[in-house]
Nanobody, 119 residues
């Protein structure tokens, strides 16, 4: 296993919901901005949402009002709740732990989890 372990992808119909999870070690989690990105074949990986260390979350415009990112510090886990899913949300979703925001060099990626939304 890598430093980040993801789970929670799957297949749903449009309008449905999924929750993604990403767990890290305590040392990584506590000192990282935790984020989610997504990628479809042939396109660049794109930012979805970020949970900052002690700050407000950030969202891509395309998911604002539908997705919610949250951190559980006791479980060293970041969640991404995907509501009102659309077919264009279909992608592989990657968790990211960026330690550079706290002066550390790491920038870890999870293995990716597939989200498929059918119309």
């Amino acid at each position: 296993q890598g430093p980040l372990v993801e789970s929670g992808g799957g297949s749903v119909q449009a309008g449905g919901s999924l929750r993604l999870s990403c767990t890290a070690s305590r040392s990584v989690f506590s000192m990282s901005a935790m984020a989610w990105y997504r990628q479809v074949p042939g396109k660049e990986r794109e930012f979805v949402a970020r949970s900052n260390v002690g700050g407000s979350p950030n969202y891509a415009d395309s998911v604002k009002g539908r997705f919610t990112i949250s951190r559980d510090n006791a479980k060293n886990t970041v969640y991404l709740l995907l509501n009102n899913l659309k077919p264009e949300d279909t992608a592989v979703y990657f968790c990211n732990a960026d330690g550079r925001v706290t002066g550390l060099p790491h920038n870890y990626w999870g293995q990716g989890t597939q989200v498929t939304v059918s119309s």
